[in-house]
Structures are given as structure tokens and as C-alpha cells.
């Protein structure tokens, strides 16, 4: 058993100070810190003084496509093991592994390669699989190789029903409805996101109908809300069920959209970093899903201009979120903690007795002081993780 001690809790919407967090693999319990305590402190096999840093669960990053120099369409076991490892110093303890539009064979080999290496890495645990593409509207490709584009169909897909667990497609394409219903029917444990799309108002109402909830990074690749044309933004504002993601780098979404989504959706709103292999790298050429893609000071884009992806940081996202809306702390840590972990249906995100000890400690400017995977530390600052 292990303690941290003198450390700001952060607990649902509270803050706790004056407490003390037990754990091992799972969370134990959270009490007072008082003489009553004392006996326990002796039976602790490590006790962790926090030194007043503030103290959550891991955060969890649902679209995450790679950092320190590898990406998940690598596909081979050593670029998931260092994409693991990087993870706990932004704060990230566990994730989605996202694909690109690609070569069927080469989103194949990605899909093989999460399935049989994903659970055995070290590091930041891998959840499954978020599907980003190949099934979207050409028009709002992005930075998806628009050559690859298709139609939703489960020849692709069929090996790795358990491990994807997100689907972000774009509805109003083709057979794509029709494969909402199916799928829906047949693996309801999968999220179906509205992504990359040019849906209208009222074809984003009906996909909701039909069972996409969720939105992947709200604003971008979609049309732009109109007074005429609401959009899926409109659609998403409406619907108090329906949850997004969105790309809080300041460079994606605006300081004043993130105060607007904020406000909307609340406890819907979840940050993601749709990191590429440049996260925690210096600025300079790379590439993403075969395409050329340059950094300049925290912009990522292609030749044309095309922002692809970010090499936004978790930690970085809540402390932009905390700086430009009226989320307090705990609200901020919410949106990658408890709304990720609820809409995965996992038991994890929340400091909970028997919820897996995913923990982050960090000061009031969201640095990284030290992560927790399981109970094992995978990062601290000044060490190498």
C-alpha cells in the first residue's frame, strides 16, 4: 500500500486538502489525515509527500495519433511502447489509439499491431482503438488522405470488434447510415462520433437518432455554424446527450470558442490532443498519415496549409481551458478524468475506492510532477520516464 500525503485532492467538484489518498493498483480510500491515521502510515510501502501539489485521477486522452517521434500507423510494437512511455509526463495515463485514412493494408497492419502488442506495453495503458476515418466525406478530408476515403463497411474493421472502441465517420455518406443502425445493434460498446463531415442540421439530428453521440473535435473538418445552416455545431448545442471532443491548442479552436463550448456543453465537453509524432518534439518537418507535415511554433500543417493534427499536450489543454473559460479547477480536470472514463463505461477517471490508480500530481500551472499507472510511478519530474 502506498499514501501521498499534503496533497490538494481533486474529488468530483471539490478540492480536498487535509486528506490523504491510499492506494496499490486500485484506489483504497481517501480520509483525513489525522493521528488516527498513524498505524496505517506505518503498513505504507512508499509514503509520497505531494508538498501542496494538486492531485487527480490520470487524465485520458480519447484521439491521440502519436508524440515523441512515433504514430500509431507505425505499426509495429517498439512506436506504441514509446508512444506509452512519453504519455504520463503530459499527464496522460491512458488512451485511444488513432488511426489515419490510409491504405486498407496499412490501417490493417495498425489494427493487427494494437491488437496483439497494445496490452502488453509499459507506460500509459492503450483502451482500444479510435477509427478516425477511413469512412468520412472527402470534402472535409483535412489532413486525411483524401484518396483513401470510403464508405463504411466492415470488411476492415471485422478482426477488431473488441478492440475499437470510437468510430468517427461522417454520416451523410453513402451506405454510412445504414451501418450506423447495424453497428449500433451488433456492438453498442463502440462510440460512433460524427466527424469530417459536411452533415447538415437536420442529417446530424437524425444520425443522433440512430446512434452516433459524440462530436470529434468540434469545429474542425465540419461547416461552420450559420444562422441559415446550424450545422452539426448547432445540432451538438441542442443535444444535451450528445458529448465532443475539441482541440483546446489556442490554434485549432479560438479562446473564445472554448469559453462558448464550455458554457454549452459543460460536463459533455471533453479535451483531446490529436497529437501527432511531433508531440514532445522540437519544431521542424514530419509526417502524418503519409502526408508532409511541418511544425512552426506549436502549428502543424501541410503544404497547402492544412492544419494536421497538434502537438498539443494534455496538460496543456486543461491549463488553456482553466485560463480562457469560466471552468474552475475541478471542472477543467473533469473533462479528461470522469467524461472520457463515463463515456468509455470504464472504472477509471475518478478517484473512487476500487477504480484503477491512475494519478497525476502537478502544480497550479498543470506541470506534470509525477504520474501513476496502476499504482506503478511512470513519471517524475527531473527523471527520465
Avoid at 499534503?6 to 467538484?13: E, G, L
Wanted: proline content about 3%; glycine content about 8%; charged content about 20%.
Amino acid at each position: 500500500m502506498k499514501m501521498i500525503i499534503h496533497a490538494k485532492i481533486i474529488v468530483k467538484d471539490e478540492i480536498l486538502e487535509g486528506y490523504t489518498l491510499y492506494f496499490d493498483e486500485k484506489i483504497i480510500k481517501i480520509c483525513e489525515e489525522d493521528k488516527k491515521t498513524s498505524s496505517e502510515n506505518t503498513k505504507a510501502s512508499e509514503i509520497i509527500d505531494a508538498k501542496g501539489a494538486y492531485l487527480s485521477a490520470g487524465f485520458i486522452d480519447l484521439h491521440i495519433h502519436g508524440s515523441a517521434g512515433v504514430d500509431v500507423m507505425d505499426a509495429n510494437p517498439q512506436a506504441l511502447e514509446i508512444l506509452c512511455s512519453i504519455l504520463p509526463s503530459t499527464g496522460t495515463t491512458s488512451f485511444l489509439a488513432t488511426t489515419m485514412t490510409m491504405h486498407p493494408e496499412a490501417i490493417d497492419k495498425a489494427l493487427a499491431n494494437i491488437k496483439h502488442f497494445g496490452k502488453s506495453t509499459q507506460g500509459a495503458n492503450i483502451l482500444g482503438i479510435h477509427l478516425e476515418g477511413p469512412f468520412l466525406n472527402s470534402s472535409k478530408h483535412g489532413a486525411q488522405d483524401k484518396a483513401y476515403i470510403q464508405e463504411a463497411n466492415w470488411t476492415l474493421i471485422a478482426p477488431y470488434m473488441d478492440e475499437i472502441k470510437m468510430i468517427t465517420l461522417a454520416p451523410e455518406v453513402g451506405q454510412n447510415k445504414a451501418f450506423i443502425q447495424e453497428l449500433k445493434q451488433e456492438y453498442p460498446h463502440i462510440i460512433l462520433s460524427i466527424g469530417h463531415s459536411e452533415a447538415s442540421y437536420e442529417e446530424s439530428k437524425e444520425s443522433f437518432a440512430l446512434g452516433i453521440s459524440h462530436v470529434t473535435h468540434l469545429f474542425n473538418a465540419m461547416p461552420p455554424y450559420h444562422h441559415r445552416n446550424p450545422s452539426i455545431i448547432g445540432a451538438v448545442f441542442e443535444d444535451p446527450k450528445v458529448s465532443c471532443d475539441i482541440i483546446a491548442d489556442l490554434i485549432h479552436t479560438h479562446p473564445s470558442t472554448l469559453k462558448l463550448t464550455q458554457s454549452m456543453k459543460q460536463k459533455q465537453m471533453i479535451l483531446i490532443s490529436d497529437a501527432m509524432r511531433a508531440g514532445c518534439m522540437k519544431c521542424g518537418e514530419y509526417d502524418l498519415g503519409g502526408q508532409k507535415v511541418k511544425v512552426k511554433e506549436g502549428k502543424a500543417t501541410l503544404a497547402d496549409g492544412t492544419l494536421a493534427g497538434s502537438v498539443l499536450k494534455l496538460n496543456e489543454a486543461v491549463y488553456n481551458i482553466l485560463k480562457h473559460t469560466n471552468a474552475t479547477l475541478a471542472q477543467a480536470i473533469y473533462t479528461v478524468t470522469q467524461a472520457p472514463a463515463q463515456k468509455l463505461g470504464i472504472n477509471k477517471g475518478s478517484l473512487t475506492q476500487g477504480f484503477d490508480a491512475d494519478i497525476v500530481l502537478f502544480d497550479k500551472n498543470l506541470n506534470i510532477l509525477q504520474s501513476f499507472v496502476g499504482g506503478k510511478e511512470m513519471y517524475a519530474k527531473g527523471e527520465s520516464s
